[in-house]
T-cell receptor, first 113, second 114 residues
Framework: DQQVKQNSPSLSVQEGRISILNCDYTNSMFDYFLWYKKYPAEGPTFLISISSIKDKNEDGRFTVFLNKSAKHLSLHIVPSQPGDSAVYFCAASVGASGSRLTFGEGTQLTVNP | DTGVSQDPRHKITKRGQNVTFRCDPI?????LYWYRQTLGQGPEFLTY????????KSRLLSDRFSAERPKGSFSTLEIQRTEQGDSAMYLC????????????FGSGTRLTVV
């Protein structure tokens, strides 16, 4: 039962353009969502989060959008840089305070110079 | 304190052997988590500790798996009678229970069962 799904295993964009990574979830109890970035041979690193009381959260080049009615969230990276090339994981939890996370399968983003 | 440390980074073992991994969390973090990640998948929750108490275990954690966190500091994850299906990356993470910014993960221990 995959409660968090990232349907695109890979995405390739040109440097300077926008990267849009998508994530869908099925569990209505999820109320806190996070994006992690993972480089090879490293653990995932926290990127940005959003609570279900919001529909948008911005941090520099990164913006996360949440559409609760569609149970869909997306991560926008503008402008994309070659150093952004990594695997991006969407994760969800019930509650925001250090709860157990349910992850999607990940999307490999490649930003070409 | 440079983050969450895991040891060893890689472990190759023969089927049927026991293995133990260690995780040292960020010192002020009272929660510690174990996750498992297989190829092409995201991390899957195994268990977590609040200080020394193990508060939740996933059904993925069969009776061959045991985790401890004595004195609420470092943690160990032991797998007994390893099977080839146990081959995966085992990730440890820690957090404060009031954190709204996600966990800090270690670099993981890559287990290969041959």
């Amino acid at each position: 039962d995959q409660q968090v799904k990232q349907n695109s295993p890979s995405l390739s964009v040109q440097e300077g353009r926008i990267s849009i990574l998508n994530c869908d979830y099925t569990n209505s109890m999820f109320d806190y969502f996070l994006w992690y970035k993972k480089y090879p041979a490293e653990g995932p690193t926290f990127l940005i989060s959003i609570s279900s009381i919001k529909d948008k959260n911005e941090d520099g080049r990164f913006t996360v959008f949440l559409n609760k009615s569609a149970k869909h969230l997306s991560l926008h990276i503008v402008p994309s840089q070659p150093g952004d090339s990594a695997v991006y994981f969407c994760a969800a939890s019930v509650g925001a305070s250090g709860s157990r996370l349910t992850f999607g399968e990940g999307t490999q983003l490649t930003v070409n110079p | 304190d440079t983050g969450v440390s895991q040891d060893p980074r890689h472990k190759i073992t023969k089927r049927g052997q026991n293995v133990t991994f260690r995780c040292d969390p960020i010192s002020e973090h009272n929660r510690l988590y174990w996750y498992r990640q297989t190829l092409g998948q995201g991390p899957e929750f195994l268990t977590y500790f609040q200080n020394e108490a193990q508060l939740e275990k996933s059904r993925l954690l069969s009776d061959r798996f045991s985790a401890e966190r004595p004195k609420g500091s470092f943690s160990t994850l032991e797998i007994q009678r390893t099977e080839q299906g146990d081959s995966a990356m085992y990730l440890c993470a820690s957090s404060l229970d009031t954190s709204n910014y996600g966990y800090t993960f270690g670099s993981g221990t890559r287990l290969t069962v041959v």
